[in-house]
């Protein structure tokens, strides 16, 4: 019966259409939610290490508590007497649609069935993709080998890189940074092995001046020697890094995230750029709460802090703006119209004034994260829904990476997915393009 009834609403007319006179449904994030009380909640929260977000919450978008009632009074309904159904219960209206198909011709070697993993542009057409959990040699494990790709003639192609790591642990992290700071040199920022680890530190990625795909064999890999508090404070994962300008000054801006100790996190830290040295820069205005799996974006010199799950495990749906003071900084938030669907789990991109949010999790259990477009000047916030037909597998937008290629109006999402202690493992097996061509255009 599930194509008949796909949907909680549909069971709900299902009963009364068969003469039930009252009717309650929800699915089990929301029981979860409204329905268990908050003490239950953290105790099941913190039974043992956690971090399988994305997987639970899908999960649960799949089940469902139904309480039906007929000839009693006064009615009977036992879910919802005293229960507000969050807002963000009903469908998602969406403006329009974004084509997807599998990435022209990718020749070479698998590697990027993974997600947890980080991929960054470091420099024009190749593309870096370093640590998650995925396939390796036909078993499931963190990645340890560093996978470029390269476009040449429109098409991609896939070359794999051994690591040259002192110590292999420092390689093989899920759920870090890469911060691309010039065309030779990039930091890795945070990540884990497992999630009672107390997080990992950071590396310099060193490239040849003249690499390409095929010459990318020599990445220089040299653990970052830190203060040790400062070196503690960056023990963490699914947090962000973006680069910022402060008085011509050039910064790391490291926010957000969760650790071994912290379920989430809510302080930030600006790294001096190329020493990594801590630096004290006043910050005003209203403080975001604490969030992890968030996306944050360079722009106009500033951040732009998008969505995240929050400190009682809820999707996030404000979105901030770091803007530059001649003193300092100061948080703003962002108002948008409608309101941005709380999500996390997504990746974003800013062009042309557009905040571009990619895929992510959310509590709706009919429809999953596609595109949406935040315009900054406006803040309309217009929701595109992915067109798969293309694909001959169901795409998953968690737990992956994205490349914006802005010439091509193109979104490349890489890897993806999640180890599902229910569903079995399931991974994005290609890299896909998305064309954004036809709603960029329309804004």
């Known amino acids: 019966s599930l194509a008949q009834y796909p949907d909680c609403e549909a069971q709900q007319r299902r009963f009364l259409g068969k003469g039930w006179t009252e009717c309650s449904v929800m699915d089990m994030n929301v029981f979860f939610t409204c329905c268990i009380p908050e003490d239950e909640q953290q105790r ?11 997987e639970w919450h899908l999960k649960c978008s799949h089940y469902f508590v ?68 995925g396939e390796e040699d036909g078993q499931h494990c963190r990645m340890r080998n560093f996978h470029v790709l390269s476009k040449h003639a429109g098409c991609w192609e896939a070359v794999c890189v051994a690591q040259n790591i ?37 590396l310099w990625l060193k490239f040849p001046k003249t690499c390409n795909a095929s010459g990318l064999d020599d990445i220089a890999v040299e653990l970052v020697s830190l203060q040790p ?11 962000s890094t973006t680069e910022i300008t402060f008085k011509g000054e050039q910064y790391l801006f490291v926010y957000g995230g969760r650790s071994a100790l912290e379920p989430v ?90 905040l571009l949010l990619v895929g992510g999790v959310w509590f709706h259990a009919s429809s999953v994260p596609g595109v949406t477009v935040i315009d900054l000047m406006t803040g309309l916030c217009l929701d595109y829904v992915i067109n798969v037909e293309r694909l001959e597998w169901p795409l998953m937008l968690h737990n992956h990476s994205s490349i914006f290629l802005p010439d091509e ?26 064309s954004l061509s036809s709603i960029l255009i329309s804004h």
């Open 409 to 434: 109006k193109e979104l490349l999402v890489i890897g993806g997915g999640g180890n599902c202690f229910s569903f079995g493992t399931h991974l994005n097996p290609e890299p896909v393009s998305l």
């Open 66 to 133: 139904l309480a039906a009632s007929k000839g009693m009074e006064p009615a009977w309904t036992p879910l919802l007497p005293s229960v507000t159904v969050p807002h963000h219960a009903g469908p998602v209206g969406m403006a329009g649609s974004v084509p997807a198909a599998v990435c022209a011709s990718i020749s070479g070697i698998p590697g990027l069935r993974r997600y947890g993993h980080h991929s960054v542009l470091i420099k024009p057409n190749v593309i870096l993709t370093m640590g998650g959990f």
């Open 166 to 202: 002192p110590d292999k642990r420092w390689g093989e992290r899920l759920y870090h940074t890469v911060s691309c700071l010039s065309d030779t040199l990039a930091l890795v920022v945070g990540g884990r092995t497992s999630p009672s680890s107390a997080g990992l530190g950071m």
């Open 229 to 239: 508090a400062a070196e503690a404070a960056l023990l963490r994962w699914r947090h």
């Open 44 to 54: 099941v929260q913190t039974l043992e290490p956690f971090d399988e977000y994305e």
């Open 265 to 354: 996190l809510g302080d930030w830290h600006f790294l001096h750029i190329p020493e990594l040295s801590y630096t004290v820069i006043a910050v005003e205005g209203p403080v975001p709460e604490s969030r992890h799996s968030h996306s944050a974006c360079s722009w106009e010199g500033g951040v732009l802090i998008a969505g995240g799950l929050g400190a009682a495990e809820q999707p996030l749906g404000s979105v901030f703006l770091l803007r530059e003071l001649e003193h300092g900084f100061q948080w703003q938030t962002v108002e948008t119209h409608p309101p941005l669907v709380p999500r996390y789990s997504h990746t974003a991109h800013v062009h042309e004034g557009k």
